[in-house]
């Protein structure tokens, strides 16, 4: 099915999936230009359509499809530059497909951003979502002009600018993310130079050298998340996580029992991922430069299963305020911190300052680290899923770790519950000491 319209980005955010058929839609300007639009992804229970632009003309008597790119990683006004000048190609007898392939039609910065996060869709990148905001709030509208530049024309300068001004708003987190997104960005765009398995907006972006390269990790973006509660101060987060109405408090004190597991993943735990005879569960961790993610399987303690049961309903997801129907937003545990934090804070409880949700896991690491549970390093990777992905855990460590994880937690809840460690240092061996 196909009809005329003015093909604009007005036009394209009011399109609606239509019955999960293909439609076709030629611009009513300029011939040959059109779009085709799928049924995409579904977003919030909403099925967003996915729109790719096109051009088709007749070259010494065949027809000629070439595809430009997708909304909205091409706007519908670059789209319509590069059909024209597609177009102008076919009319001088020239074919648009092999110099696209080449990448003699370049891309702005913008596109390659867009081009890099629709890679990451493409890869099952499950943060791919929150990247492209940060990457459309953080360069598209702060810098319209930068976003409009060629890709190739970006100099560490203009990147440097978009970091520093960042940071000037005291966002060294998200200045740090920013400098690694443009970063992997312009390395992707190298690397999909002529490849037609890479997303369009990287693929024509022409670029030869890294901008971001050589810039330097935004000093201070990881202090806040380095910060280890004292075990006082541990013992008291813990009574506040405890105080909580339901779900939170469970919601809260899983969040601990799991040794602090990254709150991406724990997000994503379903029903089925806990195994009750072995009182494991087991996640999905995409995190790092892995196209399918690593399986990380970690111990349940009896408390871990009693937190379970009092969220589990007639739904799948394990961590949810509505009987499992969905999982709790990414906030959600974030702002269970803030609320623990200001709790403590009002009681005299808090001894060093601002905390985060990434404390809580350094700090288990840094205390079932310290005397008197001294749990070596390799354990408390297998426990946390650090650096698995390399190539002795990958190919040659088989291992898991198990009994060694769950006397790690064990010590954790007695650590939390203020009972004397009089139980086994777990040397290098992975036997444990009497």
């Not at 980005?9 to 019955?19: A, I, M, R, V």
Request: hydrophobic residues 35%; charged residues 30%; proline residues 5%.
């Amino acid at each position: 099915m196909s009809r005329k319209v003015k093909i604009n980005n007005t036009f394209l955010k009011s399109l609606d999936s239509e019955d999960g058929k293909q439609v076709v839609y030629w611009d009513d300007a300029q011939k040959g230009f059109g779009v085709r639009v799928n049924p995409g992804r579904v977003v919030d229970g909403v099925r967003e359509p996915a729109c790719t632009f096109f051009i088709q003309d007749r070259l010494k008597g065949q027809t000629i499809k070439a595809t430009i790119g997708k909304y909205p990683t091409f706007s519908a006004e670059a789209a319509r530059k590069v059909a024209k000048l597609w177009l102008l190609k076919i009319a001088s007898g020239e074919d648009p497909r092999i110099q696209k392939v080449e990448g003699s039609v370049g891309a702005t910065f913008g596109n390659m951003m867009l081009g890099y996060c629709e890679w990451m869709e493409s890869e099952g990148k499950v943060s791919a979502a929150k990247v492209k905001r940060a990457i459309k709030k953080d360069i598209e509208t702060a810098y319209p002009r930068l976003w409009k530049k060629p890709a190739n024309q970006i100099t560490p300068d203009d990147c440097d600018r978009i970091i520093e001004a960042i940071e000037s708003e005291g966002k060294k987190r998200q200045a740090d993310k920013i400098r690694a997104y443009m970063k992997t960005a312009f390395r992707k765009a190298i690397n999909a130079r002529g490849k037609r398995r890479y997303p369009e907006g990287l693929r024509i972006a022409d670029i030869k050298i890294n901008p971001c390269a050589d810039i330097e990790k935004v000093e201070g973006s990881s202090n806040a998340r380095d910060r280890a509660l004292s075990v006082a101060e541990f013992r008291a987060y813990w009574k506040h996580a405890k105080a909580f109405p339901e779900p939170r408090r469970s919601i809260m004190m899983l969040h601990v029992l799991s040794g602090g597991q990254r709150i991406d993943q724990l997000r994503r735990i379903t029903l089925p991922d806990i195994d009750r005879d072995s009182a494991t569960a087991t996640m999905l961790d995409y995190k790092g430069r892995r196209t399918t993610p690593y399986k990380h399987v970690f111990p349940l303690l009896p408390e871990a299963l009693t937190a379970i049961d009092n969220l589990a309903g007639s739904g799948l997801y394990v961590f949810s305020c509505n009987g499992g129907i969905s999982p709790v937003s990414d906030t959600y545990i974030r702002n269970g911190v803030i609320m623990i934090r200001k709790a403590m804070e009002a009681a005299e409880e808090l001894e060093n300052g601002h905390f985060t949700p990434g404390s809580i896991r350094a700090t288990i690491e840094t205390r079932l680290t310290a005397s008197p549970y001294r749990v070596p390093e390799n354990v408390l990777g297998h426990l946390l899923s650090h650096g698995l992905g390399g190539v002795q855990a990958k190919h040659y460590q088989k291992y898991k770790f198990h009994d060694e994880k769950l006397e790690a937690l064990q010590m954790l809840l007695s650590m939390l519950e203020g009972k004397e460690q009089t139980g086994k240092v777990i040397p290098i061996n992975g036997q444990a000491a009497q």
